[in-house]
């Protein structure tokens, strides 16, 4: 029997949470002989940095409360970070906000910008689940599309866009960005840019290009929000690290929401964040090994049949057979392998398959003797 205080269960109103749906392929991966190569969640599994470990160790000592708005220096290395590796130009000290994780900050954007039952949130027609439970929670619609003319005549409270995309890596040039920058402008739209994968792209003729840099906004952040997180480029995903730039007025809302919620980023984390965006030789490196896993899965996928489209940027390789997504689960399963159903991100990805590179190179290698045998 239902408690009278948990009748109208929130959750109740949340999407499946997806990696619930597919234990028992999990199951049928861990049988294998030489055990499992799970290829389904993109988290990292290198070591976090040494210069942002001793960082942190070095903050240690931290017993007075942080402020939600963060360290001056911290907010000062996202700005210099945008500035030096993305040519990011404009921002103020008042236009970045440190935050607990980028998840939690999309999960809980629209609550906090004031959207409600009612509006609508677009989302790309593939997409990283959060988008949607985001607007959810908010009591939101959510239509997913990827052409503005599919839209129609409503007005969006929020549009998000996502380059390079989680799942399919597909970048987005700079002309298509400034249109739906352009787009969103003239009918009082905010855009918010995830772009955690920014730094990993794979394709010299493909870079990505942050929805701030000038080329796409024209020098002026109204109306547009950037997301990032350090998760991915510094192998901090434990560490919880993120921020968001953009138009100072909606950072400075955010701010007055989170001030009275009491969400504030530990100030050790702040100062490994600093050293951690400081330093771009650890990236390198760790893109470099990113590269080698990728192009052997990608070889390898190729040889056992598969196409991979898009994925020119992220963590990923978007792969597909031209079956039912679960069919080709259930193959990767029988070997030892577990990968991410197309459907998880939406109903265009039915098949198709996300094959992440973030395992380490033994598990790596060990999937790809499967897939050729």
Known sequence: MTSPVLRDLVSSRLPDFPWDQITSYGDT???????????????????????????????????????????????????????????????????VLPVIGSKELI???????????????????LAYPTYEVGAVLAGARVLAADSLTAIGPERPRILWLNSPSNPTGKVLPVDHLRKVVDWCRE????????????????????????????????????????????????????????????????????????????????????????????????????????ARRRRWLKDALEGAGFRIDHSQGSLYLWATRDEPCLDTLSWFAERGILVAPGSFYGRAGGEHVRVAFTATDERVGAAVERLAG
């Open 29 to 95: 991966a861990r049988a294998h002989p030489d055990g499992i190569v799970d290829l389904s969640v993109g988290t990292p599994v290198d070591p976090t940095p040494a210069l942002v470990q001793q960082a942190l160790r070095e903050a240690a000592d931290s017993p007075g409360y942080p402020l939600t708005i963060g360290l001056p220096q911290t907010r000062q290395a996202c700005i210099d970070w945008l500035g030096r590796r993305f040519g990011v130009t404009g921002l103020g000290l008042d236009a």
């Open 187 to 290: 009918r009082d739209v905010l855009l918010i840019s995830d772009e955690c994968y920014l730094e990993l792209t794979w394709e010299a003729d493909a870079p990505a290009v942050s929805v701030l840099h000038p080329d796409v906004c024209g020098g002026s952040h109204d109306g547009i929000l950037a997301v990032h997180s350090l998760s991915k480029r510094s192998n901090l995903a434990g560490y919880r690290c993120a921020f968001v730039a953009g138009d100072p007025a909606v950072v400075g809302e955010l701010l007055a929401v989170r001030k009275n919620l009491g969400l504030q980023m530990p100030g050790p984390q702040q100062r490994a964040m600093i050293a951690a965006l400081g330093d771009d030789t650890h990236v390198d490196e760790q893109r470099a090994l990113y």
């Open 107 to 125: 999960a809980s954007l629209p609550t906090h910008l004031g959207v409600g039952p009612g509006d609508l949130v677009v989302q790309p027609l």
